[in-house]
């Protein structure tokens, strides 16, 4: 999907860059070949606007970590991360094995308050 995107932004900036040099430099259309001056021109032209994007798309991978870095910095800022409280006893490592029948008596117990008459 990558591959795709990537090839419909790269025939963006070419068509762009097509249209842009053919209206500044193809004046005349007396033939169906370029004049040498036309020809110059297209080529500078096509030349300076490779130039241009292979400059921006350089400073964009130097700048777009530290503009993602920051981002998160800021999403940090406003959400800071839930920190769960964790038992002593699973740090320092004291802990004990569940007794299995800690649901029956819980549900024992909540059957012998809920029998008890309400005052």
């Known amino acids: 999907m990558d591959a795709l995107k990537n090839f419909k932004d790269f025939l963006l900036v070419f068509n762009t860059m097509s249209e842009t040099c053919f209206t500044r430099c193809v004046?005349?259309?007396?033939t169906r070949e370029l004049t040498e001056d036309e020809d110059r021109c297209v080529e500078l032209c096509s030349n300076k606007n490779?130039?241009?994007?292979?400059?921006?798309?350089?400073?964009?991978m130097e700048v777009q970590p530290l503009i993602v870095q920051k981002r998160i910095e800021e999403m940090?800022?406003?959400?800071?991360?839930?920190?769960?409280s964790?038992?002593?006893?699973v740090v320092?490592?004291?802990?004990?094995?569940?007794?299995?029948?800690?649901?029956?008596?819980?549900?024992?117990?909540?059957?012998t308050t809920s029998s008890q008459p309400q005052p």
């Open 27 to 30: 004046n005349t259309f007396q």
């Open 50 to 60: 490779i130039r241009v994007n292979h400059k921006i798309m350089s400073v964009y």
């Open 76 to 84: 940090e800022k406003l959400n800071p991360p839930a920190t769960e």
């Open 86 to 89: 964790v038992p002593e006893s």
């Open 92 to 111: 320092t490592g004291n802990y004990t094995q569940p007794d299995n029948n800690t649901t029956a008596d819980s549900e024992n117990v909540s059957q």
